[in-house]
């Protein structure tokens, strides 16, 4: 009855399971750690939504959060716009010079990464 099990025990079962702890432990532990922190009064130990209240009062955070989602909301706007004929246009059609097309994009995808350590390096 070895084909029954749910969750396999092989290596890549453990592979993944060791990814699922290293995402618990290193990603969504500080997070919550974090969301915790924020939420409760370090003093008594209460519930408080202060911290909220005092970052969303200051017009500076706001305005920053605001502008932040500004960009986010048309970057994907205008990705969406201009990747979907894109991506129609190579799945459907034979175009010359398809692989430097693929390459271009996906260097303009990866290049602010290493733009943003560049500038930590010359920091």
């Known amino acids: 009855m070895k084909g029954n099990r749910r969750f396999p025990l092989d290596i890549w079962g453990l592979v993944t399971l060791g990814i699922v702890g290293f995402y618990l432990l290193f990603l969504l532990y500080p997070m919550t750690s974090l969301l915790r922190q924020s939420i409760y009064d370090p003093l008594t ?30 970057a994907t706007f ?16 034979k175009i010359r010079g398809k692989a430097l097309l693929n390459v271009l994009i996906v260097i303009s995808s990866m290049s602010a990464p290493f733009i943003g350590a560049y500038s930590w390096i010359l920091l």
Do not use: C, W
């Open 78 to 93: 205008l990705s969406i716009i201009i990747g979907t004929p894109l991506a129609y246009l190579f799945a459907a059609y």
């Open 45 to 74: 130990g209460q519930f408080t939504m202060e911290n909220f209240i005092r970052f969303f009062s200051r017009s500076y955070y706001f305005d920053t959060l605001l502008n932040s989602f500004k960009v986010s909301l048309t």
